[in-house]
């Protein structure tokens, strides 16, 4: 299953919710506010990276640049993907769970 994020950590608590969620081999995409918890150095970069335990973590590049953050902040271990990405992954896994 895909698991996407779309509200800041710092605003909501979406982002634990979708952890305490989504079963291993599942993918977790940060969209729109949610990239902000791809940044390192944050007080939730330590529940990301338990998350990438068993979890791949995506964040989409064109959000992070819209909110003036780039790719060199982003937590090692997350890969950040385009809008073509984000379309391969929806296909990819046979649900999507938006998280809002």
Not at 73 to 100: M, P, R, S
């Amino acid at each position: 299953m895909l698991h996407t994020v779309n509200k800041s950590p710092f605003e909501r608590n979406t982002l634990k919710s979708c952890i305490g969620h989504a079963l291993p081999d599942s993918a977790i995409l940060l969209i729109e506010d949610g990239v902000i918890a791809a940044v390192r150095g944050t007080t939730h970069e330590g529940t990301l990276r338990e998350a990438m335990n068993g979890r791949k973590v995506y964040v989409l590049g064109p959000d992070l640049m819209a909110r003036g953050l780039s790719a060199d902040q982003v937590i090692d271990g997350i890969e950040v993907v385009n809008y073509e990405g984000f379309v391969e992954l929806t296909e990819k896994h046979d649900k999507v769970q938006a998280w809002v």
